[in-house]
């Protein structure tokens, strides 16, 4: 997609200066032959200020080097232009000074054109780049959302811990604190009510089934109507979460 970019706007580029200069020449072709010998000293400066210059001078702080090369390019830039009209001195006036258009010799409306043209493609980068920051923005987002949806953040060794809702096997009460039994043998102790973690969780991934415990459901392999067994762990059914419960569980 970027090579195609380039390939167009340097077209669009080429075919717009041809129309522009096409008033100084006597004809079309004429034109396009000028402007083709001037494309690569626009071409060559445009790459070496965007791609060279910019990224790593002025983007990175180093504002002295960045203004001594850009005068170096102005220099080499104006020389090739020399070079250029020379060119069009002998291929395109046989030799003959009154044959050259005005704007052909006219170095400094040539530098104009040149550094339009690197400006403006800079400008186009600068809208890509920030187009392309904006939607890796708002990836980041919709990734943290996600992640927020599928994880829970409780506190524990004084420090906030994501854990992932897929994780977790079954949450238990222990009185002063709560203990989340992960799927790979690993638990994670925390101080937070088991109420307050509870109102954390999806219900329809989690079930609260005794006041001192909390199972996932994708872990369950059987119920009855005094305990469920998730995993190899067999946990009791609260008189009081029965009903609600047992719901849930045929649910």
Same mark, same amino acid.
């Not at 002025?58 to 104006?78: C, E, Q």
């Not at 104009?112 to 890796?136: A, C, G, H, P």
């Not at 949806?149 to 409780?154: G, N, R």
């Given at each position: ?54 990224? #790593?001078? +002025?983007?990175?702080? $180093?504002?002295? *080097?960045?203004? /001594? ?7 080499? @830039? ?56 904006? #939607?890796? +923005?708002?990836?980041? $987002?919709?990734? *943290?959302?996600? /992640? ?7 506190? @524990? ?95």
């Amino acid at each position: 997609m970027k090579n195609y970019f380039h390939i167009i706007f340097w077209f669009v580029t080429l075919s717009i200066m041809t129309l522009i200069f096409r008033g100084y020449y006597n004809s079309m072709s004429e034109s396009f032959y000028f402007v083709a010998m001037l494309m690569p000293v626009v071409a060559g400066t445009n790459y070496f200020f965007n791609g060279f210059l910019v990224p #790593r001078y +002025l983007l990175k702080g $180093r504002y002295l *080097k960045f203004a /001594l090369y850009s005068l170096y390019m102005l220099i080499i @830039s104006l020389y090739l232009e020399m070079v250029v009209i020379m060119l069009s001195f002998i291929l395109l006036a046989a030799y003959s000074y009154d044959n050259m258009s005005p704007v052909s010799s006219d170095v400094f409306v040539l530098t104009i054109t040149l550094y339009f043209i690197v400006f403006v493609f800079s400008f186009i980068e600068f809208l890509k780049k920030r187009e392309k920051d904006i #939607r890796s +923005l708002e990836e980041m $987002r919709n990734e *943290k959302k996600k /992640l927020m949806e599928q994880s829970i953040t409780v506190r @524990s060794e004084r420090k906030l811990k994501p854990v992932l809702l897929d994780d977790i096997t079954f949450i238990e009460s222990l009185g002063d604190y709560v203990k989340i039994h992960l799927e790979n043998g690993k638990s994670i102790i925390t101080k937070e009510p088991i109420g307050k973690i509870h109102q954390k969780l999806p219900v329809d991934k989690f079930i609260r089934v005794h006041r001192s415990f909390i199972v996932n459901r994708k872990y369950i392999n059987n119920f009855n109507r005094e305990e469920v067994l998730v995993l190899e762990t067999t946990i009791p059914i609260g008189r009081t979460y029965r009903h609600d419960a047992l719901i849930a569980l045929n649910s």
